[in-house]
Nanobody
Framework: QVQPVESGGGLVQAGGSLRLSCTTSGSIFSFNAMGWYRQAPGKQRDLVATITSRGSTNYANFVKGRFTISADSAKNRVYLQMNSLKSEDTAVYYC?????????WGQGTQVTVSS
């Protein structure tokens, strides 16, 4: 079972922080890339941040300087550290593992930021 499993979502006040975690069966470094995406109600699913197996990272403009994606080989986890959260960050956050031509999605974890 390849499906990623997310954890760490919850309710936080604006300006606060949360750390999301994602793990998969097998090594996360067996995938070309891992990424975090989010979907707010009534909106499309958007890329938040990605990290390749070589450690290269990419961020959406709306999170640059606030969110950090990282990978921990010892714990076999990919993290999304979210700081300075805003109400517009409220969404379901999904982890995705890429092994072309396939993408594997997690079930998502809810992040709610209260203003």
């Amino acid at each position: 079972q390849v499906q990623p499993v997310e954890s760490g979502g919850g309710l936080v006040q604006a300006g606060g922080s949360l750390r999301l975690s994602c793990t998969t069966s097998g090594s996360i470094f067996s995938f070309n890339a891992m990424g975090w995406y989010r979907q707010a109600p009534g909106k499309q699913r958007d890329l938040v941040a990605t990290i390749t197996s070589r450690g290269s990272t990419n961020y959406a403009n709306f999170v640059k300087g606030r969110f950090t994606i990282s990978a921990d080989s010892a714990k076999n986890r990919v993290y999304l550290q979210m700081n300075s959260l805003k109400s517009e960050d409220t969404a379901v956050y999904y982890c995705r593992a890429d092994r072309p031509p396939y993408n594997y999605w997690g079930q998502g974890t809810q992040v709610t930021v209260s203003s």
